[in-house]
């Protein structure tokens, strides 16, 4: 949607990032998705939007269903009160969906938050002993910093205010412990599940989950220096960590261009475009007594499409600019998907201190534009037959592209298309996905689309983390059940992870209608 709102400070984010092309010096990317991705969000956390999921639901009952998910606020530890981490009622978060291809969003889902504070003579926080101190419901007194929110869907025709899909939405506590939030998943997490009221049969929830992006944190900023360059072996640094989510389902037909549900993975209307976004007012006031007002426009100060886009390919000096663009202006970054920097530098890592020479491909990187930019156009050398996820209309807009029109897989692979998955990523994302070993080989030139870098290792690098340990839930909303204060999950250590079901790439733990681990295909034993 054109929003006049945003004209003025999108003209100005344009002309400030060309400034900056010419002006600015090349940074060595990072990533850990997009966790403090860009200097200024990496002050922001309330804003900062992590990972974003875009997929057909598998949820039995639900095949006519899209999920999309967006987390935000990163790093938490779970023991972190008295306040833990509540949403910001001062941001406005967002899910775009664009389904014409030029980079403007046509349909937006807008959550807004609000906190009440029930006793506010308490020296705690989140909860308190205002009846009993455990919190056993959604509505529980003890319960003592409740969030509420609303959800409104707004479309290009709609007018900004849009139309609202459900409010007065309960978010449930942090997973404070096993006393204060007792049985977390049946008692709060679920019934924070919520039909949306508009009459599509969708659902809707928001609030904390278990960390679900997967990674060898500190092998990455280590100049690459993973414990191991294959499926396992690695340290899950992100494991024991919780992660604030917004998740919406909604209709196939709501979402594509002819409001109809296509029967070809090839038809004009099948693939969507998918990002987040986070804005806050242009101007915050804060007051004698401590109080905080804002005032102005909403201004956007965190996006998210692909996974990693950020941190591989947006050099330093220009990863704040990005994170206030709107994909409708992202030919100006084509320069650094054509020639970026990380496989450069991964190339020089392997050979300087694994003694590991490898060829990459040359600029123009024209495979990288496709799986980023513009997505595959249906026929690519290397592609299945019958694979889309092109969406564009002649210039680069980054954002993820989901074909509705592709099923869910009955064998996934954490490797979604390199893995002979073509519901995987790059079509759209799944929680199982493994992002990073997918996006390493991809920017080594180690797959289908540039034959002659797809030799090992160009395909067959990895962080040596293969999913997330706790798996997924079956069922909306998907990401496992958080990580409780007082009794943490243990920390993955190599020992551990080479031993995971996981590494055999599409095997999954089992988990029990309450988020619990209780089995892995390759085990019985009981697992707390």
């Not at 989901?402 to 298309?417: E, Q």
Request: hydrophobic share 40%; charged share 15%.
């Amino acid at each position: 949607m054109k929003k006049v709102l945003y004209e003025k400070s999108l003209k100005m984010t344009r002309i400030f990032f060309v400034l900056a092309l010419c002006l600015s010096l090349l940074g060595l990317p990072t990533f850990a998705s997009s966790h403090r991705e860009a200097p200024l969000i990496a002050f922001d956390p309330g804003a900062d939007n992590t990972d974003v999921y875009a997929f057909r639901s598998t949820e039995a009952g639900r095949q006519g269903f899209v999920t999309l998910i967006a987390n935000f606020i990163p790093f938490q530890v779970p023991s972190g009160g008295p306040h833990f981490y509540p949403f910001d009622p001062t941001v406005s978060y967002e899910i775009k969906i664009d389904n014409t291809g030029d980079g403007i969003e046509d349909t937006t889902y807008q959550f807004q938050f609000t906190t009440q504070i029930r006793n506010a003579s308490t020296v705690l926080g989140m909860s308190t002993i205002n009846q009993n101190g455990v919190i056993s419901s959604l509505t529980d007194p003890d319960y003592n910093e409740i969030q509420t929110y609303t959800v409104r869907r707004v479309g290009r025709l709609s007018g900004r205010r849009g139309s609202i899909m459900g409010s007065g939405f309960i978010v449930p506590p942090d997973n404070i412990g096993p006393r204060v939030t007792p049985n977390y998943e049946a008692n709060l997490a679920q019934p924070a599940v919520y039909n949306l009221q508009d009459g599509s049969g969708g659902k809707v929830f928001a609030g904390q989950r278990d960390e679900s992006f997967f990674i060898d944190v500190g092998g990455t900023f280590d100049a690459f220096n993973f414990r191991s360059l294959g499926a396992t072996g690695g340290v899950d640094g992100l494991r024991t960590l919780n992660i604030k989510t917004i998740a919406i389902e909604v209709p196939i037909q709501e979402l594509t261009r002819n409001r109809t549900v296509p029967t070809s993975s090839t038809a004009s209307d099948a693939v969507i475009g998918v990002w987040a976004t986070a804005s806050r007012r242009s101007m915050s006031v804060i007051n004698p007594d401590g109080s905080r007002e804002t005032q102005g426009g909403f201004t956007q100060i965190s996006r998210l499409g692909n996974p990693l886009v950020n941190e591989l390919v947006i050099p330093l000096g220009l990863k704040d600019a990005f994170n206030s663009l709107s994909p409708q202006f992202d030919a100006i970054a084509a320069p650094f998907v054509l020639d970026p920097e990380l496989p450069k530098a991964i190339r020089f890592a392997l050979g300087a201190f694994n003694g590991i020479t490898i060829n990459i491909p040359p600029a123009p990187r024209n495979d990288l534009v496709a799986i980023f930019a513009t997505g595959i156009p249906a026929g690519t050398p290397g592609a299945p037959a019958g694979y889309s996820t092109f969406l564009s209309d002649g210039t680069p807009h980054e954002f993820q592209r989901l074909n509705v029109a592709i099923p869910p897989s009955a064998t996934p692979n954490r490797l979604g298309l390199l893995g002979g998955d073509i519901a995987g990523f790059p079509n759209g994302r799944r929680p199982i996905d493994d992002v990073v070993d997918i996006e390493l080989r991809a920017v080594l030139g180690g797959t289908p689309f540039t034959p002659a870098f797809n030799v090992a290792p160009n395909n067959t690098v990895g962080d040596g983390v293969a999913a997330n340990f706790e798996g997924f839930l079956t069922r909306f909303p998907y990401l496992q059940t958080p990580n409780p204060g007082n009794t943490p999950r243990p920390v993955d250590f190599p020992a551990t992870q080479t031993a995971a079901p996981e590494a055999a790439g599409s095997m999954l733990p089992i988990v029990d209608q309450n988020g619990k681990l209780v089995r892995t295909p390759n085990t019985s034993r009981a697992t707390k």
